[in-house]
């Protein structure tokens, strides 16, 4: 059985795969990018929990990161729009089916990445904290 972290993980994934850009998840930069972009969900790092003791829970701050990236003749405005995107599909179910108690997705810091013979790059990486809590911190 998935812990709570990874099925969280799998849910927020999901959500990012219902969006016309192609979603990967841990994977490396492919070598072609969609004309409608590419998201790969990082797993991030859970952080340091709050903890309470009756009954004992760990609460999570959990900081993953989506890269986001577009390779369009308009970069600019596909950029814009990929970005857009996912912050309407993290605003439609901010609980992820209530496996979170919130999630929230921070701005992204643009960059343009050359390619040798070919369109430049636009990406960015993505932030979203993954606010949820556990019994257990390994499960």
Known sequence: MP???ETILTALHARLSTLPATALRGEVLPERISADGLLILRDGEPGEPEVTLSPQAYH???????????QAADRDAAFD?????????????????GLCDWV????????????DGAASLKAAIIPVVLHYSTADPLT
């Open 81 to 97: 729009t990929l970005c857009a995107s996912i912050g309407a599909a993290i605003a439609a179910e901010r609980t992820l089916g």
């Open 104 to 115: 929230e997705a921070e701005a992204p810091r643009p960059v343009d990445l050359p390619v």
């Open 3 to 5: 812990t709570p972290r």
């Open 60 to 70: 999570y701050r959990h900081r993953a990161e989506i890269e986001a990236v577009v």
